[in-house]
């Protein structure tokens, strides 16, 4: 249980920690370092697996996507830092909030790693809950009127969704608990997950829509997703990366636990229909808005919707083959939309605007940047050799093959993604390039790295990866 | 004692008790507002002043005016006559369901609705509307009420239900409770006691039955004074009768516990009296508009209390 | 004659019933201070209700939980909305989007709803179970109602107060659920959160009330 106790108490201590910092220059160097250690810890599982107890685990499925949160989670802490220097010293950002903002970083880094590793039903959802918590403090941060009406808007849509996960909870436990008694073993997911077949499917059927709609609303799932946008949009950018980048992806796994609870049961519903309905609503939906958005941020935020839809279509079709695919394609995603929020921060901070009528030619004022942006924007749409192509090549195809009629509403909504993005991308990193604003010591490093690493996923996974990705597919049903 | 003669002693009884009880009410009303009120065998004097006064009517009005106070008095006498009061076994005990109460009483206040318009009065016409505003609130709520115990009994006859409760093994339930509340809620409203109305009223626009009897004085006011009080009765009966039924005479030994019917009625209506007068001088009148809500939440509770003993007998 | 049938069932429906009966009264009150009244009572009934499953179930430690609904949700929460309130000089009539008759049959309906979402699918379960399950939904689902038909940000929060409150009476009337405790801490942590000033500090130094139509003149994308 050693390694546990480091993932979770490295950022513990440090939430502690930087709160009672005050110089927001060490706390920003703070920050990065736990973000470091804490990365190191979650490195340490692939050495040697801890064992699993009552109320951690580690297994195939949540053994990478730890270690993938506490690297975005590093990265972004680097990215945060030249940010954060960046905004106070232009006044946007009083110096008190710092210390608030990084305490609460850590905080939400330490839910999102309890959520990924914990076995207990019910602490899953307490530290979503309070990864939901963290975060509204967060985008609330500017204190401007817009901030404030998406910080609410994001507590009353994502505590309504917690309330009704937290029902579906109680119900799952209410299914266990003929057949595994009363008592902690009735929520223990690797306990439950070998005798799932004997409860009653009804009960499981209902606790799964319950837990569909209330974790979907934080994956932002449409018709639940009004809250992103806006709240991508208000907070500060290290936090829209970690939102899009991380928050999404742990809700998700909080549903395709669930899903694989319900598919070791015959009796139960195939929550396919569902997931693909959702999944293929949240497609369009968000493909189409691409299209009249004129906020940077909030472009890229509805890219975050429609991926997201792109992953619960894949797990909806089901089988190994859609499954793999919607693992790679989260994994992908996490590390293309955090590097292009990176860049879309610098270079809003480098014009002074989030509009994208302002931010025109950056290749040419800001070379590295500028083409990073592109290099991001080109991978996100789904381009080859990136990642995310590969992914969503995958999920094209294994769609195809089970289910030929939705492969078209599938690919046209991809299209229609890809069409708007390109469009948006002319703009934007071409053309004229309008004053040349400084560059701010750009946090290009981290940036850089996870295209990289999408850039060589997308041509080659290790083995280990793969296998991985497989035995989680197969589990998925 | 056969069932017509217990009919009889019924009809006579509570023509007899029912100025009492209205008596007792005011009095009580007053002595709580700090008054000395008159005594409670007032409402006598007034009945016996009223039918030795001149009887005017309107020129315009119609033979319904004129046949109005005696149908609504016959009409509220025969509820009266049907609710086992101290009794079940009565002569009419076949066909006193509760649906036909409510249809009973609400064939008289649809007639004395007809007479508030007739002669032509604006004031009459403001009661008559806002009387039906309030049936149509009203009656639906009692409906739910009846649902309520039709589930719990399986009959909606009265002696039926008086007998099953005390039989049974029912124990307090939680749709009883709500029901009762229910119930009492759509009694205030049908006899006009406050919150609903103020029967002390002289404000004209403040009134509801009051305005619609405007018109009318001498032998004809006597009548629906007269009905007016038997309904209160009615309804104090009905709720004992079904929520309180402890010392009804259900035949088993005679004589004996007639006595004992005789004696628990008329406590009960002590009792409802007392309770009706303490609420009615803690509380205020509400605004019109609002009734609709008092009436509605009284609704709510008669549904509430049918869909949980429906969820409760299904499972 | 007066007594319970079966003193363990009537209670625990009697006290969750009252929960779901105060929710109904949430929905009808007109008054500001009346919402955070009717709010306390019904966090007072709830702790009843724990209480007295924690007796009946032989759970002392939900006892915790019921001791957390007294003193933090029917005294402490519904002290410091009156003193913000009263301080702010918020707007103390509330208006509705519905009107009280259509949030009745709407109430009602939710209420069938609940009813026929749980009762099917638990037939495995004691009676006692369902029921708590069906009222439970039902207080949840009421309080979203609630949420979506008021316009005043205060009443928006007792809403989700009393969506909460629902969900704490699931997880009590379900036998031996573990972590109750601790889940209902973690939710109540939530709410405190967004009460004690974040957000009406927040909200009031950038409005003048917290009329929800105001604030939502921010929302998506404006010409600025």
Redesign the interface.
Known sequence: MTAFEYILGIPVAAALALALVPSYRVAAWLNAFASAATLGAALSPFVERPATGVFFLIDDFNIYLIALTAFVAFTTSLFSLRYILHEVAIGRLPKRYVRFYHSMYQGFVFTMLLALSTN?L??M??AV??A??TTV?MV?LY????A??A???Y??LC??G???A??GT??M??AA??VMG???K??TWSELLPRVSAF?P??L??AFVFLLVGYGTKVGLAPLHAWL??AHAEGPTPISAVLSGLLLNVALYAVLRFKMLLAGNPGALAPGPLMIGMGLTSLFLASFMLYR???IK?LFAYSSIEHMGISTFAFGMGGPLANFAGLLHMTMHSLTKSAIFFAVGHASQVKGTQKIAEIRGLTASQPALGWALVIGVVAIAGMPPFGVFMSEFLVVTSTFARAPLLAAPLVLGLLVGFAALMLRLQGLAFGKAEGTGKASGAALVPLYLHLAAVLVAGIYLPGPLVAWFQNVARLLG | MTGALLTLLQLALTLAAAPLVTGIVRWVKARLNGRRGPGPLQPYRDLLKLLRKETVVAENASWLFRAVPYLVFALTWLAAAIVPSFATGLALGGSADLIALVAILGSARFLLALAGMDVGTAFGGLGSSREMMIASLAEPAMLTVTFTMALLVRSTSLPHIAEFLLSHDVGIRVSLGLALISLMMVALAENGRIPVDNPATHLELTMVHEAMVLEYSGRHLALIEAAQMLKLVTYLSLIACLFAPWGLDVGAVPGHALALGLESWLGKLLVGALALALFETGMAKMRVFRVAEFLGGSLLLGLLAAVFLYVSQGL | MLHFANTAYDTAHLLDTGVLILSFALLFQRRLFGVIRTYAYQALILAAAAAWQAHAQQAPHLYITAAIALVFKAGIVPFVLQRIVTAFNIHRSIETALGIGATLVAGMALVALAILLVLPVTTSSGALTRESLAIALSTVLLGLLMMISRRNAVSQVVGFMSLENGLILAAVGVKGMPLVVEISVAFSVMVAFIIFGIFFFHIRERFDTLDIHQVERYRGERER
Request: proline content about 6%; aromatic content about 10%; overall charge negative.
């Open positions: 207990n019910g602490v959802w307490v809950e309070g939901t918590l403090l609330g204190r401007t009127p817009e404030i009406e910080s609410w808007k507590f009353i505590g309504v917690i309330a009704l937290l029902f109680i119900l436990y209410l608990e003929p009363e008592g902690l009735a929520m009653s009804a009960i059927n209902l946008p806006d958005r004129r906020d909030r």
